[in-house]
T-cell receptor, first 114, second 114 residues
Framework: GAVVSQHPSWVICKSGTSVKIECRSL??????MFWYRQFPKQSLMLMAT?????????EQGVEKDKFLINHASLTLSTLTVTSAHPEDSSFYIC??????????FGPGTRLTVL | GESVGLHLPTLSVQEGDNSIINCAYS??????FIWYKQESGKGPQFIID?????DKRQGQRVTVLLNKTVKHLSLQIAATQPGDSAVYFC?????????????FGTGTKLQVIP
């Protein structure tokens, strides 16, 4: 149980294009999902908290107009990187909250912007 | 801001020995702590957690110790195996602006020597 999936696993895109990453909780409903970014050999940095049916809460320094988050259902949250640039290349990881505190993480999406 | 940090960036352990990974945290308001294991190119995997009203919790081959007096957290892995090789992150659950979020430490790479 408590499986979180992400799609795609990796994506390569040209600079200036937009990329959508999906995060799904497969066997449970998650009112709250989280989006993290991880650069090589670094820790995970929380980007935003996504609540079903409401606007996401972004961490300081994260551009909400660049990283669009939609949490339309209890099992799906999407992160869209708009007008991606090479500096946006990173490993994007989502997590979903099952119990009061426990988060389960997806496998991550490797984004490479050329 | 407050942060969670680790003492050792890399730990090399002989197969079969016990491993101890340490973590210092600074937010005295944190009430829940989690250890995650992350293998290369994958999302974090939940290992074990502990609440602030406990000082020790045991799982299968793993033990987490919490010392609130000195704000220190440790993960002990018994009889370390090659499959334990990964990066380990401690994380603290904090309440921020009315919602909860998980803040990750910098990570420790565990290398198991066969």
């Amino acid at each position: 149980g408590a499986v979180v999936s992400q799609h795609p696993s990796w994506v390569i895109c040209k600079s200036g294009t937009s990329v959508k990453i999906e995060c799904r909780s497969l066997d449970f409903q998650a009112t709250t999902m989280f989006w993290y970014r991880q650069f090589p050999k670094q820790s995970l940095m929380l980007m935003a908290t996504s609540n079903e049916g409401s606007k996401a809460t972004y961490e300081q320094g994260v551009e909400k107009d660049k990283f669009l988050i939609n949490h339309a259902s209890l099992t799906l949250s999407t992160l869209t990187v708009t007008s991606a640039h090479p500096e946006d290349s990173s490993f994007y990881i989502c997590s979903a909250k099952l119990a009061a505190d426990t988060q389960y993480f997806g496998p991550g999406t490797r984004l490479t912007v050329l | 801001g407050e942060s969670v940090g680790l003492h050792l960036p890399t730990l090399s352990v002989q197969e079969g020995d016990n491993s101890i990974i340490n973590c210092a945290y600074s937010n005295s308001a944190s009430d829940y702590f989690i250890w995650y294991k992350q293998e290369s190119g994958k999302g974090p995997q939940f290992i074990i957690d502990i609440r602030s009203n406990m000082d020790k919790r045991q799982g299968q081959r793993v033990t987490v110790l919490l010392n609130k007096t000195v704000k220190h957290l440790s993960l002990q892995i018994a009889a370390t195996q090659p499959g334990d090789s990964a990066v380990y992150f401690c994380a603290e659950n904090v309440n921020s602006g009315g919602y909860q979020k998980v803040t990750f430490g910098t990570g420790t790479k565990l290398q198991v020597i066969p």
